[in-house]
């Protein structure tokens, strides 16, 4: 099947940890984003890549770090400096300016 | 900067009645707009894409419509059932991959 995967569906970080948040697509999407939701506030754009080894800040980059090594795949870290981490996380791809696709999400909760 | 208001913010209403979620953006230079359909906890899933040289699109009890040039675009649900009851979300698009959502509109169908 064609989709988007992420994982875990549930993160746990203690304050001051690193944790890396999984994004993988079969869709041989060249573009692929991040977003972040939190209640009342909509979906915010993290990061986003259009094409392998290249990624550009979205709105609230800040405390965030991406990679795009390789097509299929774009691994969000969120570390130590986002002071305000615990939200869903949803990755998405397209292909260029066309639909995007969404994964089921990762809930991220500070400890 | 993109802005993105979609009216109203919540809807209830009772099952079988037919009904209009409403976006409006800022910025009239898009190539598209999507319309997304999110149940809670869950990602996003894509019900309708409009491109910028079409005036709407159908997927069968859901009629998306555009007018660009006045930064408008309607979705329309006929003979609504319980579930339809989600939070409905648009996202106009352009050549500009940082892409701006609406914060949504929240339905209810009550049996």
């Known amino acids: 099947d064609g989709g988007i995967t992420q994982s875990p569906k549930y993160l746990f970080r203690k304050e001051g940890q690193n944790v890396t948040l999984s994004c993988e697509q079969n869709l041989n999407h060249d573009a692929m984003y991040w977003y972040r939701q939190d209640p009342g506030q909509g979906l915010r754009l993290i990061y986003y890549?259009?094409?392998?080894?290249?990624?550009q800040k979205g709105d609230i980059a800040e405390g965030y770090s991406v990679s795009r090594e390789k097509k299929e795949s774009f691994p969000l870290t969120v570390t130590s400096a986002q002071k305000n981490p615990t939200a869903f996380y949803l990755c998405?791809?397209?292909?260029?300016?066309?639909?995007?696709?969404f994964g089921p999400g990762t809930r991220l909760t500070v400890l | 900067k993109q802005e993105v208001t979609q009216i109203p913010a919540a809807l209830s209403v009772p099952e079988g009645e037919n009904l209009v979620l409403n976006c409006s953006f800022t910025?009239?230079?898009?190539?598209?707009l999507q319309w997304f359909r999110q149940d809670p906890g869950k990602g996003l899933t894509s019900l309708l894409l409009?491109?910028?040289?079409?005036r709407e699109q159908t997927s069968g009890r859901l009629n998306a419509s555009l007018d660009k040039s006045s930064g408008r675009s309607t979705l329309y649900i006929a003979a609504s059932q319980p579930g339809d009851s989600a939070t409905y979300l648009c996202l106009p698009g352009g050549s500009n991959y940082k892409l701006t959502f609406g914060k949504g509109t929240l339905l209810t169908v009550n049996p």
């Open positions: 409009i491109q910028s040289s079409q």
């Open positions: 910025d009239s230079a898009i190539y598209n």
């Open positions: 890549s259009q094409i392998v080894n290249d990624f």
């Open positions: 998405a791809s397209s292909s260029g300016a066309d639909t995007q696709y």
